[in-house]
């Protein structure tokens, strides 16, 4: 017993600058950590992961959790674990956008006494012109020789430009009265509805 007394204090001190050494780093380690100042703040938010278009509803892969500080979360941002199955992108979101409840076309974006109305033009190149918010007129023009359009709807305002799919042309969502909904049903059933963009009436 007393041989490994001994050589524990011979041992000790033989590497007592390599102790020395630890135990001062240790000490400025512990007391810089005092000083350090505590973790910000911050809170998640739902973003996109990748550039988004509009009238899609977006799925888990299209999803991730964006970190911000309080101050930088905008009104309204959703929160993860939101179900958004239901849901449908109103516009185009950027990869990285924390994606809030006006970014989503809701029963809320129809004005009271109008419906959402799809309707689906011929030319998809038209489509391509027009943005959700705009504002168009539409008219049903038939193969028969009559001189003039008729005149359907007058600054209906455009809700969401669901994303293509393989069907021929390309979908609207349209804010309209039931009455013009009507008459676009029957309209489309034996014309060509053409649109025209209008001047912002908001």
Do not use: C
């Amino acid at each position: 017993m007393t041989n490994f007394w001994h050589d524990l204090i011979r041992a000790a001190r033989w590497h007592r600058r390599l102790l020395a050494g630890l135990f001062a780093a240790a000490a400025v380690y512990f007391g810089l950590a005092s000083f350090a100042p505590p973790a910000a703040a911050s809170a998640p938010v739902l973003a996109a992961a990748r550039d988004l278009p509009g009238g899609i509803t977006p799925t888990p892969g299209d999803l991730r959790t964006l970190r911000l500080p309080p101050a930088a979360v905008p009104s309204g941002a959703l929160q993860p674990g939101a179900d958004l199955s239901q849901r449908i992108l109103a516009t185009p979101v950027r990869s990285g956008e924390p994606l809030t409840d006006a970014r989503f076309l809701t029963p809320t974006a129809v004005p009271a006494g109008l419906v959402a109305y799809p309707l689906r033009l011929d030319d998809p190149d038209i489509a391509a012109l027009l943005r959700p918010g705009d504002h168009v007129d539409l008219y049903a023009a038939s193969a028969t020789a009559a001189p003039t359009a008729t005149a359907l709807a007058t600054a209906a305002r455009i809700l969401a430009l669901p994303a293509p799919t393989r069907s021929a042309g390309a979908l609207l969502v349209l804010a309209t009265t039931p009455s013009t909904a009507a008459r676009l049903a029957q309209s489309t059933a034996n014309s060509k509805i053409s649109v025209a963009l209008t001047p912002d009436t908001s």
